[in-house]
């Protein structure tokens, strides 16, 4: 019988150890090299920042030298955050009415070299805007390369602001290939009572990119 090797970092036992509040995320993270869109109803867009926690160590298994991971992701729609995509879009004062939401998204994965199974994705949305509603939400998950796709891609509708999804994806997407995609994007329509809708797209990416429209 395989005797299995394990180091485990005593605190970081489950998932609420690292549910930290987007606040937190943001000042201790760096900022992704993917950004978020903000997207009106009348298709103007706006981009924003996502910020990122290094990768943090669950536990090791020395025989397969398999690493489970955590990493966390947030975005706000704060006034410095958000950039217009092209020139002549809304002023400052328009696209602020959306202050006020923030989003993260806390990512389980294991890990060999360059190869990554993802296994659980958790998240949730703060609105801190008693006038604004939000709706539609929705996550897309993945975790696959050239020779896994289009399995271990998956969406999911959700009826309220937080999700904890166990993927059961079973194959390690290789970060070396292309395509790949390794992460959860995020999707959400913030509703103001002017009758304003935004819809808010994050990426909280691993390695890879997910597919345009995604």
Same mark, same amino acid.
């Given at each position: 019988?395989?005797?299995?090797?394990?180091?485990?970092?005593?605190?970081?036992?489950?998932?609420?150890?690292?549910?930290?509040?987007?606040? %937190?995320?943001?000042?201790?993270?760096?900022?992704?090299?993917?950004?978020?869109?903000?997207?009106?109803?009348?298709?103007?867009?706006?981009?924003? *920042?996502?910020?990122?926690?290094?990768?943090?160590?669950?536990?090791?298994?020395?025989?397969?030298?398999?690493?489970? @991971?955590?990493?966390?992701?947030?975005?706000?729609?704060?006034?410095?955050?958000?950039?217009?995509?092209?020139?002549?879009?809304?002023?400052?004062?328009?696209?602020?009415?959306?202050?006020?939401?923030?989003?993260?998204?806390?990512?389980?994965?294991?890990?060999?070299?360059?190869?990554?199974?993802?296994?659980?994705?958790?998240?949730?949305?703060?609105?801190?805007?008693?006038?604004?509603?939000?709706?539609?939400?929705?996550?897309?998950?993945?975790?696959?390369?050239?020779?896994?796709?289009?399995?271990?891609? *998956?969406?999911?509708?959700?009826?309220?602001?937080?999700? *904890?999804?166990?993927?059961?994806?079973?194959?390690?997407?290789?970060?070396?290939?292309?395509? @790949?995609?390794?992460?959860?994007?995020?999707?959400?329509?913030?509703?103001?009572?002017?009758?304003? *809708?935004?819809?808010?797209?994050?990426?909280?990416?691993?390695?890879?990119?997910?597919?345009?429209? %995604?």
């Amino acid at each position: 019988m395989a005797l299995s090797l394990v180091f485990s970092i005593p605190f970081a036992v489950n998932a609420i150890t690292f549910q930290h509040n987007a606040d %937190m995320i943001i000042a201790q993270g760096i900022k992704s090299h993917h950004k978020a869109i903000l997207r009106d109803q009348n298709g103007e867009e706006f981009s924003v *920042n996502v910020y990122e926690t290094p990768e943090r160590t669950i536990s090791t298994n020395l025989l397969t030298n398999t690493i489970s @991971c955590v990493k966390e992701f947030a975005v706000q729609l704060n006034a410095s955050d958000i950039q217009p995509m092209s020139a002549g879009s809304k002023t400052e004062t328009q696209w602020d009415t959306s202050l006020g939401v923030k989003g993260i998204v806390t990512i389980y994965y294991d890990r060999v070299g360059s190869t990554y199974k993802l296994t659980q994705v958790t998240g949730s949305w703060e609105n801190h805007d008693a006038g604004s509603t939000l709706s539609n939400r929705s996550v897309i998950y993945a975790c696959y390369d050239g020779l896994i796709y289009p399995s271990q891609l *998956n969406s999911a509708d959700l009826s309220s602001n937080t999700f *904890n999804i166990s993927t059961g994806y079973t194959r390690y997407a290789n970060s070396d290939l292309t395509p @790949c995609a390794v992460g959860c994007n995020s999707f959400v329509t913030i509703s103001r009572p002017d009758g304003h *809708n935004w819809q808010l797209i994050t990426p909280n990416t691993l390695v890879g990119n997910f597919p345009s429209g %995604m």
